[in-house]
């Protein structure tokens, strides 16, 4: 089993432990004029093609969507985003909201902070981030997206709509 293999395998058991029986919302963040900071759009509007009424697709400004997110009352709210956590490029991670690092190049950070908050507050959520070590590379304006964090994509998608259709079912 290659690292990347044992990683996701590790995701899936930790989002497995988090989402069982519980509401989600999912929203992707991003920008897609920076490479690999469009991971979490990208991952967002795959998924909303499937199960659109628990995905938001909230581009860099995910503030402007914490009202609506909070008004389907989740449970959790997971975060889809590119996050500079000093892993390998494309390498995955599932952490507590209030527990991201800034990372350079991304313009959300700020927001998503007080997002995760208001969501914890009002809807009495716990809000998570689902997230892709970018190449930091690959975060400026006009970047193309990078091989790992383009394969971390796909697979974070399949796992995603394995889980949420499964739990639907």
Do not use: C
Not at 87 to 101: F, I, Q, T
């Amino acid at each position: 089993m290659s690292p990347s293999d044992a990683n996701l395998k590790d995701i899936r058991a930790r989002l497995g432990e988090l989402v069982t029986g519980r509401k989600i919302v999912l929203m992707g963040v991003g920008n897609e004029l920076r490479g690999d900071d469009a991971f979490g759009v990208w991952l967002g509007e795959r998924i909303e093609h499937r199960i659109p009424q628990r995905v938001f697709v909230t581009h860099d400004l995910p503030e402007d969507y914490a009202v609506k997110a909070a008004d389907l009352r989740p449970d959790i709210v997971i975060v889809l985003d590119a996050t500079n956590f000093g892993g390998e490029p494309g390498e995955k991670h599932l952490v507590a909201a209030r527990d991201v690092p800034p990372t350079p190049g991304v313009t959300h950070r700020p927001s998503l902070e007080m997002m995760a908050r208001f969501i914890e507050l009002d809807a009495g959520a716990e809000t998570w981030v689902l997230g892709v070590q970018p190449q930091m590379d690959s975060v400026g304006v006009g970047s193309e997206m990078s091989a790992p964090v383009a394969a971390a994509l796909d697979a974070l998608e399949a796992m995603l709509l394995e889980m949420l259709l499964a739990a639907e079912a």
